[in-house]
Every structure is written in structure tokens, then in C-alpha cells.
């Protein structure tokens, strides 16, 4: 870009940083710093939730892969990415029967409870790779309108961005994320429908909707292989969860199907972007589609791109440290039941700037951003039967164990030695090895959670054991509510102790 250009850009990053402080709150509770609640001490509204999922979703590593695959394979491709979003009202039901029936109040707190600490490590370990991925692989994408990867422009602008994020999120922690995750949806909303306009009309209509193949080498293999990945996507994805334990259960319920949705949509449509490129015959080869496609209509789409991908990149960014600083501060030490003599305030903030630092070396390096999203996704398979089978059968410490680990060790190699479990490919596409370890692990990975469970629940029934850990009757679910029919939004159920005891 010529100076003029340059100036027009970076000017518009720092802008975008000093209206991110100005709306960010400077002072928050410990209880608006972690929980997102205000200066009164309310939980957030239920529609800010909605608002903040949706956009902290709506990421600039989502969009640009969406619009890639859509270049890649047509509309074929921009459903397949957006399959992805269907996790999100799925972990909201599933989140909502921990909540309701066995009284969880965060999902470290209940897997210590459950399944023991090294339980809560393990997961807590898996938290922080995908924390680490949403750093570089959406700093990433802001720096590919600066320059070429791994160009000065392109690195300055990804850490000048990243040291913006931790700014405010030091200032705000998550209450500042939420409230800012509304100014960024609504700056993302209006861009999105700007640059369809400007972008869609140019092809028949006819054209996006027929557009690719629908077999497995057209891009179906990825279609069901992100399905069976949504089994247990959102289970590892802190910002995510941390949002599903800040508001009463119907509210929080109500929010994820319908940010779930949205998200849906607005990820096929943006993979409309790619699909013009796709019906156009456009290479996007060493590129992304959004920036091919941005250039080919000139400096004012390029820069409305740019902003779109800085909107989102942020929302996602700042709930990333939001949730970090969480985790970290609160969560681990409450693994062991150690409360941090140093202010949690200061623990978090330490670790979101050691986390903007250390978490944008692969940034440097050039790595893929589409890995961030399927290799985790992977890696972290096991979850699935853990949250949603949980009190189906009966949860066991060997059971979470075997699980988490088949799905650990089947992701590290399929990212180090892919070829190595070529054995399991389905199909001949692209992603025919993204499908088939995909659905042999999670079939290997729901077998080694359910087996031990029936097992132990055979033993008990020989035993005479009453089975204890099924949770809350609806009788008891319905006492609860009556006791607590004037408690407010963020106001928790008792943990049930007596009723959901610790696995075998």
C-alpha cells in the first residue's frame, strides 16, 4: 500500500484501540472482572451474552476460513465451516442439565468435583492450547492487511493490535469483553451486510446456490467431520463456557440457541465472499479469500475488509485474555482449593501479557490459521461423552481418563505424522483423513467413556448400591425452584453433593 493508504490504515488501528479504552469500564469488581457483572454487582443481561457469543465466534480466523473454504469448495464449503456454530446451542443444552441436575457452577469446578484433579488438570491444559490458538491464529488474520506474512508491516500490526486487546482487557477483564463484544457485533453486522451488497450482486444468484459438489471430494467429508467435532467443540472453548455459568439457566439457555444460529448464518453468508471468488475462477493460492477478493474491488472494499477482520478479531481476542485471566487466577488454584494470597486482579493480568507475547510466536512463524480450529478440535474429541453423557451412565475416573487421552493422542498425531493414520481415511477428498480419524476416534473415544461406566454401574446394582449419581429428580429440580423463585440472574443452584459423588 502506497503512504497515503498506510496512513488511512493505521490510523484506523489506532482509533479503533482508543474507542476500544473508552468503552471498556476502568473500574470493575473482582466480581465484573471474572463474572462479567456490573458495578451493582447484576450479571450481565441475557441479550449482552447473546451479543458477546455471536461475536466472539464471529472471529476473524472463522470468517476468513469460511470465506477460504467457500473458495475452495463452493457453498459446499461455507456450510461445512459453519457447522461448526451448531456446537455452540448444543453445549448450551448441555450446560444447562450440569447446571440444572448436579449443581455445577463452572466446568473446572465440576470436573474436580466429579472426576478428581488430575481430571480438572488435563482439561484445564487443554483450555489453555485452545486459549493459546486464538491468540496468533487471529492476529494472524489483522496482519495480513498490513503486509505479507512474516513482513515487519505484517507482524507490528498484529502485536500493535495484541498489545491494544491486553490494554482493556487489563482495565475491564470480561465485563469490559462483553461490552465491547456490543460495539464490535454491531460494527460487524452493518460491514457484513455493506460488503454483500457490494459483492453478491456481481454473480447470478443462481450461481452461489449451486455452486460446488456435494460428494465427499467436493467437501462433504469436511461437512460431517466438523459435525461429529461439534460433539464436543465447545466444551474446551473458555470463552464459550465461561459465559454459560454467568446468567440463570433458561436466560443462558435462551442465549446460546439463538447466538448459535446467527452465527449459523452469518458465517454462510461472509463464505459467500469466498464463493465469488470460486464462481469467478479466482486463485487465491498463498492468500485468503477475503483479501483476493477485497482487492480485486478496490482500496475502499479492501479497507471495509480490514475493518471487519479487526472487529472480529478483537471480540474474539479480548474474551481469549477474559477467559485466560479467569482460568488462571480463579479456576487452577481452585483445582486444589488455594486461594492466592496475591490480588487474582494482578495473577490474571500477568498472564494475559505473558499470553500476548508468547502466544503470537506462531504469528512469526507463519503457521496455518485453519489448523488452530482442526487440529483442537481433534485433540479435545473425548469431551463429548464426558459433558453429555455424564449421569447417563455413571461418570468414572477411568472412564474421563480413556477418553480424553484416545482423542489427545489421536490429534498430536494427526498434526505431527498424519500419514501415519492414513489407515483410517474415508473417501478420497481433501479432508478425507480430517473425517476418518474423526469418526473412529469418536467412536473409539464414547466406548472407552461408556464401557467403564456400565461396568462400574453393574457392579453396584450386584452390590445393592443405589445409583447416586444421577442427579436431581425432576421432584427436586421442582422444590429448588420454588425455594429459589426470587433469586436473580447469576444466582447458582447448591451443588448436590450427596446426589452426584465423585466417579470411581
Same mark, same amino acid.
Given at each position: 500500500m502506497d503512504s497515503t493508504t498506510g496512513i488511512f490504515f493505521w490510523g484506523f488501528l489506532i482509533v479503533y484501540g482508543i474507542v476500544m479504552f473508552l468503552l471498556s469500564p476502568k473500574t470493575v469488581s473482582l466480581g465484573g472482572f471474572f463474572k462479567g457483572e456490573d458495578k451493582h454487582g447484576r450479571a450481565a443481561n441475557p441479550w449482552m451474552i447473546t451479543a458477546s457469543i455471536f461475536i466472539a465466534w464471529i472471529f476473524a480466523k472463522s470468517v476468513t476460513n469460511a470465506a477460504n473454504m467457500g473458495a475452495q469448495f463452493g457453498i459446499v464449503g461455507g456450510i461445512g465451516y459453519a457447522m461448526y456454530w451448531l456446537c455452540i446451542p448444543l453445549t448450551g443444552f448441555a450446560l444447562y442439565r450440569l447446571r440444572r441436575r448436579f449443581g455445577a457452577t463452572g466446568t473446572v469446578s465440576f470436573l474436580t468435583k466429579h472426576y478428581g484433579v488430575a481430571a480438572a488438570f488435563c482439561f484445564s491444559a487443554a483450555i489453555l492450547v485452545r486459549l493459546f490458538n486464538e491468540v496468533w491464529s487471529n492476529t494472524s488474520v489483522v496482519g495480513a492487511y498490513y503486509g505479507d506474512s512474516g513482513s515487519a508491516p505484517f507482524i507490528v500490526a498484529a502485536l500493535l493490535f495484541t498489545a491494544i486487546t491486553v490494554g482493556y482487557c487489563c482495565w475491564g477483564g470480561m465485563r469490559g469483553s462483553i461490552i465491547t463484544d456490543i460495539a464490535q457485533a454491531a460494527l460487524f453486522a452493518v460491514l457484513l451486510i455493506v460488503v454483500l451488497v457490494w459483492v453478491v450482486p456481481q454473480d447470478n444468484p443462481v450461481d452461489y446456490v449451486t455452486s460446488g459438489v456435494w460428494s465427499l471430494e467436493g467437501g462433504v467429508d469436511f461437512i460431517i467431520g466438523a459435525g461429529l467435532q461439534c460433539l464436543s467443540y465447545g466444551f474446551h472453548d473458555a470463552v464459550l463456557t465461561d459465559r454459560g455459568f454467568i446468567c440463570e439457566e433458561k436466560k443462558m439457555l435462551k442465549s446460546f440457541v439463538v *447466538?448459535?444460529?446467527?452465527?449459523?448464518? *452469518?458465517?454462510?453468508?461472509?463464505?459467500?465472499?469466498?464463493?465469488?471468488?470460486?464462481?469467478?475462477?479466482?486463485?487465491?493460492?498463498?492468500?485468503?479469500?477475503? $483479501? $483476493? $477478493? *477485497?482487492?480485486?474491488?478496490?482500496? $475502499?472494499?479492501?479497507?471495509?475488509?480490514?475493518?471487519?477482520?479487526?472487529?472480529?478479531?478483537?471480540?474474539?481476542?479480548?474474551?481469549?485474555?477474559?477467559?485466560?485471566?479467569?482460568?488462571?487466577?480463579?479456576?487452577?488454584?481452585?483445582?486444589?482449593?488455594?486461594?492466592?494470597?496475591?490480588?487474582?486482579?494482578?495473577?490474571?493480568?500477568?498472564?494475559?501479557?505473558?499470553?500476548?507475547?508468547?502466544?503470537?510466536?506462531?504469528?512469526?512463524?507463519?503457521?496455518?490459521?485453519? *489448523?488452530?480450529?482442526?487440529?483442537?478440535?481433534?485433540?479435545?474429541m473425548g469431551l463429548g461423552p464426558i459433558f453429555l453423557m455424564h449421569g447417563v451412565v455413571k461418570p468414572t475416573k477411568v472412564g474421563f481418563q480413556l477418553a480424553f487421552w484416545i482423542g489427545m493422542v489421536l490429534g498430536i498425531v494427526d498434526t505431527v505424522a498424519p500419514a501415519s493414520l492414513g489407515f483410517m481415511n474415508i473417501g478420497q477428498g481433501t479432508y478425507a483423513n480430517f473425517l476418518g480419524v474423526n469418526l473412529w476416534g469418536a467412536i473409539a473415544c464414547w466406548a472407552a467413556y461408556i464401557v467403564p461406566g456400565l461396568i462400574s454401574q453393574s457392579k453396584d446394582r450386584k452390590n445393592g448400591v443405589e445409583p447416586t449419581w444421577k442427579g436431581l429428580s425432576k421432584e427436586e429440580l421442582a422444590r429448588l425452584d420454588a425455594e429459589r423463585a426470587k433469586g436473580g440472574c447469576g444466582e447458582a443452584m447448591p451443588e448436590a453433593d450427596e446426589l452426584a459423588p465423585t466417579g470411581a
Open positions: *447466538a448459535g444460529l446467527l452465527g449459523f448464518v *452469518a458465517i454462510v453468508l461472509f463464505s459467500l465472499i469466498g464463493v465469488h471468488a470460486y464462481v469467478n475462477g479466482m486463485s487465491i493460492a498463498g492468500s485468503s479469500a477475503p $483479501v $483476493v $477478493v *477485497a482487492q480485486s474491488l478496490g482500496i $475502499v472494499a479492501f479497507f471495509l475488509m480490514a475493518v471487519i477482520m479487526i472487529a472480529t478479531a478483537g471480540s474474539t481476542l479480548d474474551s481469549t485474555f477474559s477467559s485466560l485471566a479467569k482460568l488462571t487466577a480463579r479456576d487452577l488454584p481452585g483445582i486444589l482449593g488455594v486461594t492466592p494470597q496475591t490480588n487474582p486482579r494482578i495473577i490474571g493480568i500477568i498472564f494475559m501479557v505473558v499470553f500476548g507475547i508468547v502466544g503470537n510466536l506462531p504469528m512469526i512463524m507463519g503457521a496455518n490459521i485453519i *489448523a488452530a480450529t482442526t487440529i483442537s478440535g481433534t485433540m479435545i
